[in-house]
């Protein structure tokens, strides 16, 4: 469920809806009074409703993945990050701290984290995408009172601010939320009181709020907010910039790189392939690359035209 901040906003929901039915998606444009009964608040004044969205446990999802790599004979090589990889004897050569391994194919998916365990992997992919800092939050398993009030039938939701708020169930009824902070400090803490205000303020009945968890990871960001994907060489692939939003893109990448490296023709594809193209001043761009979280606070403030 995507809520509108402002009344102005559910233009953006009225738009999105249009967007998605055109593909025959089950999407619906709900009011202000059926925003607050599928959410239990009155913050917002209307939103857009996709039926098949959804919401995941990613350690499941990375231990399922996993799981279905092993079944089908792969090896999983933990702790050990590539250094670099190159070509030779018409093989592709990836090198660690400790070892090697030789393979015919090879697909580098580091995303964000493609510059930081090792400069010399693949510096042009690294230097396409911006990696910003995003935290997640769960607090502590809410009251059943407050669980049958507070988005009663479990949907996720994220809404219209550009420092987004969000918010999901996990199995245990914590409310696993999260925000963005910059400045000096301590983030952890300061996030707990920011994040702990804003669920009070939307939903005045969750009570006091305290946190069992705070966690947080790079998203790749890229100035088009668009993933990169690439061919590499011969029977290599990559692809970075997920923009905080590849959960279910990832997976569908995955389907299609493995048929590329199996020889389906670049033409069959679903891939936009190209070449890398690093972001120019690249530094400068990734440390001020957090400051837009003030240009997102000042643009969430004001009403849309
Ligand atoms: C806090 C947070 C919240 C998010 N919320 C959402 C959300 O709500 N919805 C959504 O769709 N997406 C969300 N995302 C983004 C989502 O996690 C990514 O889009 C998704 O994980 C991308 O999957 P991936 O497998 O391509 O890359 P990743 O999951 O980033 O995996 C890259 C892997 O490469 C490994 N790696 C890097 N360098 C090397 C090396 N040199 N050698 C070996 N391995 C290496 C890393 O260790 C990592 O395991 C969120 C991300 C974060 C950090």
């Given at each position: 469920m995507q809520p509108v901040h402002s009344p102005g906003r559910i233009k953006i929901a009225e738009r999105r809806v249009r967007q998605w039915s055109k593909f025959g998606a089950a999407v619906e444009l709900f009011s202000r009074d059926q925003t607050r009964d599928m959410l239990g608040s009155d913050a917002w004044f209307g939103g857009f409703w996709n039926r098949t969205g959804g919401h995941i446990n990613p350690l499941a999802l990375s231990r399922g993945l996993a799981r279905a790599v092993l079944d089908r004979g792969g090896r999983i090589y933990a702790r050990s990050p590539a250094i670099s990889f190159e070509r030779r004897n018409g093989h592709w050569l990836v090198?660690?701290?400790?070892?090697?391994?030789?393979?015919?194919?090879?697909?580098?998916?580091?995303?964000?984290?493609?510059?930081?365990?090792?400069?010399?992997?693949?510096?042009?992919?690294?230097?396409?995408v911006m990696p910003v800092l995003s935290w997640q939050m769960a607090t502590q398993p809410l009251s059943e009172t407050a669980r049958q009030t507070i988005i009663p039938a479990r949907q996720a939701m994220s809404d219209t601010h550009g420092e987004l708020y969000f918010a999901?169930?996990?199995?245990?009824?914590?409310?696993?939320?999260?925000?963005?902070?910059?400045?000096?400090?301590?983030?952890?803490?300061?996030?707990?009181?920011?994040?702990?205000?804003?669920?009070?303020?939307?939903?005045?009945?969750?009570?006091q709020v305290e946190f069992d968890y705070v966690w947080n990871g790079y998203v790749g960001m890229t100035t088009d907010f668009l993933p990169r994907i690439h061919r590499l060489g011969p029977d290599a692939y990559g692809w970075t910039g997920c923009n905080g939003r590849a959960v279910a893109l990832s997976i569908a990448l995955g389907d299609e790189l493995s048929k590329a490296v199996r020889g389906v023709p670049d033409r069959d594809l679903a891939l936009p392939l190209s070449g890398p193209s690093p972001i120019i001043a690249h530094g400068l761009l990734r440390r001020l690359a957090p400051l837009m979280l003030m240009l997102y606070r000042r643009r969430d403030a004001r009403e849309i035209a």
């Open positions: 090198k660690t701290e400790q070892g090697e391994i030789s393979g015919r194919a090879l697909i580098v998916a580091t995303n964000a984290y493609t510059g930081e365990f090792s400069k010399l992997l693949m510096p042009a992919m690294a230097r396409e999901r169930y996990d199995a245990r009824n914590r409310l696993v939320t999260g925000g963005a902070v910059i400045g000096p400090g301590s983030k952890s803490e300061r996030l707990k009181i920011i994040v702990a205000e804003r669920l009070k303020r939307l939903w005045p009945q969750i009570g």
